[in-house]
């Protein structure tokens, strides 16, 4: 009881002080201890306490400094921001809040979550722009979406929330049905679609199999992989590993099946019991269906 009477004198006495209500009228400060210095124009809570903001914000926080000069709210300690209009949840160490330019800049431990949504988002820091709703996460970025399982790593990601796009920026590496080992750089995630592509190099790994391709395009949906200057090395890591090389290629990750464009496949030295054997099939194209290979024309044969 006393704590609400607190709280009520303490509202009132902000109020006077600030004399700004317009400025005022932006946060609503829910909180046991304040201290209000410049003449109003800087207000500090020392224990944790709930700021709810015009346009939907609701901050937890175990101390925040707010600049009403500036319009600029700072938060640290077991920070949760719930967004009632963008629906989500954000959970962190540090904040600042640019109010007039509506974005988020939160350090330490932050995770982002959608409501009814299965993706997660947790970085070092965000830089979350409420007005075109796009979140930059930077440093150890991880994605993960248990329910469409997969998982996307990278030191930057930028989320179009609205259109559901994410694209990474450097190094990234991804995990699909924990069975499937990406790593490439400068990815783009298309959720709506469930396709993941990079123009640049990518190594993919899977039980059995290495793929080298200087671009790709994967449906996690279909397990279907499309790419260029694509170097499969099969029975990986074992002795009687074979080459494929396509110029080109759509292969389904599920049985293995694929139509290549310009193939060359190079078969492990001792599959005629001879290891000085150097055997080698070349073609301009070439498909695979049920454990049978066919390539077409300009094709030889060598020992």
């Known amino acids: 009881m006393k704590n609400k009477i607190f709280k009520i004198i303490a509202f009132l006495f902000l109020c006077s002080v600030l004399g700004d209500a317009n ?11 304040i201290q209000v210095t410049e003449k109003g124009n800087k207000i500090v809570g020392n224990k944790r306490g709930t700021i709810t903001s015009d346009n939907g914000l609701k901050i937890q926080a175990d101390k925040f400094e707010y ?14 921001i719930e967004d009632t209009v963008k629906n989500y949840t954000i959970i962190t160490d540090n904040i600042k809040y640019l109010k007039n330019e ?6 330490g431990n932050s995770l982002a979550k959608i409501k009814n949504e299965s993706i997660k988002i ?8 409420r007005l075109n709703n796009i979140l930059i996460a930077l440093d150890k970025v991880e994605i993960h979406d248990d329910f469409q399982d997969y998982k996307i790593y990278s030191e930057y990601v930028s989320y179009s929330i609205d259109e559901e796009i994410i694209n990474s920026q450097g190094k990234t590496s991804a995990f699909i049905f924990s069975k499937y080992k990406f790593k490439s750089s400068d990815v783009e995630f298309l959720r709506k679609s469930l396709e993941l592509s990079s123009k640049k190099d990518t190594t993919i790994l899977d039980k059995f199999n290495l793929y080298n391709l200087s671009k790709f395009k994967y449906s996690i949906k ?9 170097l499969v090395k099969t029975n990986y890591n074992l002795p009687k590993s074979d080459e494929f090389y396509f110029a ?3 292969i389904n990750l599920k049985n293995y099946n694929f139509i290549a464009g310009e193939t060359e496949i ?22 695979s269906n049920e454990n049978k290979t066919l390539i077409k024309q300009r094709y030889f044969y060598k020992l």
Request: proline content about 3%.
């Open 248 to 250: 080109s290629a759509i």
């Open 222 to 230: 279909d397990e279907e992989l499309r790419g260029e200057n694509i």
């Open 23 to 33: 400025a005022f009228n932006q946060f609503n400060f829910d909180v046991t201890e």
């Open 67 to 80: 600049n009403k000069n500036l319009n600029f709210l700072s938060a640290t300690g077991n920070i949760i």
């Open 266 to 287: 190079k078969i492990h030295k001792n599959i005629f019991s001879n290891p000085e054997n150097d055997p080698r099939i070349l073609g301009v194209s070439s498909k």
């Open 102 to 107: 509506d974005k988020i800049l939160t350090k």
């Open 122 to 129: 947790s970085a070092n820091k965000f830089e979350y722009d």
